[in-house]
T-cell receptor
Framework: DGGITQSPKYLFRKEGQNVTLSCEQN?????MYWYRQDPGQGLRLIYY???????QKGDIAEGYSVSREKKESFPLTVTSAQKNPTAFYLC?????????????FGNGTRLTVT | DQQVKQNSPSLSVQEGRISILNCDYT??????FLWYKKYPAEGPTFLIS?????DKNEDGRFTVFLNKSAKHLSLHIVPSQPGDSAVYFC???????????FGKGTKLTVNP
């Protein structure tokens, strides 16, 4: 079955530590995205990548970094510079253009930083 | 400033009745609109979409209406079922952009 796998489902870290969230897709999609969801908030775009070895900042990229070395993988690193890292993180993918190609989301990683 | 507003955080309806979820947007350049459904602790799943050249799109029990002059879209679910209970997000896209803009969501509860 094709889909997007995010791991782990729950992640706990101490303040000041960097942490990397995994996202893998086997849908052969070109574009991948990272969103963040906070309680009572919509999804906010952190980073996106339309092709391998290329990515762009979204609306809230500060304190985050990404890489896109393989088409299937788009890991997100939450650095110690991110002021409020505790959130629900969602990875998504789509065929290159959104039109007629809605986002497919993973089931998310809930990150708690204490 | 929010570009996409879902002014009702929650909505409760009886099974079998119609559910109407509303969404307003501010940018007249948005030309593609989508609805996503999200269960707790899961990722959103795509439900239905509409482009700005249409004013209505229907898929089974789900119909999306677009009123461009009012910058308003709505999702109608008829008849509502308990399994429809979820958070519904509207999202919009401007032509040429890869960045979907999401509303804050409306939590729908369908009571048996």
């Amino acid at each position: 079955d094709g889909g997007i796998t995010q791991s782990p489902k729950y992640l706990f870290r101490k303040e000041g530590q960097n942490v990397t969230l995994s996202c893998e897709q086997n849908l052969n999609h070109d574009a991948m995205y990272w969103y963040r969801q906070d309680p009572g908030q919509g999804l906010r775009l952190i980073y996106y990548s339309q092709i391998v070895n290329d990515f762009q900042k979204g609306d809230i990229a500060e304190g985050y970094s990404v890489s896109r070395e393989k088409k299937e993988s788009f890991p997100l690193t939450v650095t110690s510079a991110q002021k409020n890292p505790t959130a629900f993180y969602l990875c998504a993918s789509s065929i290159y253009r959104h039109y007629n190609s809605p986002l497919h989301f993973g089931n998310g990683t809930r990150l708690t930083v204490t | 400033d929010q570009q996409v507003k879902q002014n009702s955080p929650s909505l409760s309806v009886q099974e079998g009745r119609i559910s109407i979820l509303n969404c307003d947007y501010t940018n007249s350049m948005f030309d593609y609109f989508l609805w996503y459904k999200k269960y707790p602790a899961e990722g959103p799943t795509f439900l239905i979409s509409i482009s700005s050249i249409k004013d209505k799109n229907e898929d089974g029990r789900f119909t999306v209406f677009l009123n461009k002059s009012a910058k308003h879209l709505s999702l109608h679910i008829v008849p509502s079922q308990p399994g429809d209970s979820a958070v519904y997000f509207c999202a919009t896209l401007q032509g040429g952009s890869e960045k979907l803009v999401f509303g804050k969501g409306t939590k729908l509860t369908v009571n048996p």
